[in-house]
């Protein structure tokens, strides 16, 4: 598994609007991060974040812990 590719997809929440990240949540387990791409920009910089940051940043945004951005 350590030659598998990023899984990419955006939120079922997102339109079409060209707001939105994309994440790799298939890399979770093997390689313990969730890469992290701006959707406009599939050929840009990945960002690799933690499972444990990542987890704690999805808990926060349930959590309304950011308020409206």
């Given at each position: 598994?350590?030659?598998?590719?990023?899984?990419?997809?955006?939120s079922s929440y997102s339109g079409n609007g060209g707001q939105c990240v994309e994440v790799a949540t298939n890399l979770a387990a093997s390689r313990g991060i969730v890469?992290?791409?701006d959707s406009?920009?599939?050929?840009?910089?990945?960002?690799?974040v933690a499972v444990g940051s990542f987890a704690s940043f999805i808990a926060?945004?349930?959590?309304?812990?950011?308020?409206?951005v």
């Open positions: 598994m350590a030659n598998e590719s990023p899984r990419w997809f955006k890469p992290v791409r406009k920009s599939p050929a840009g910089p990945v960002l690799n926060g945004v349930k959590g309304d812990e950011f308020g409206t």
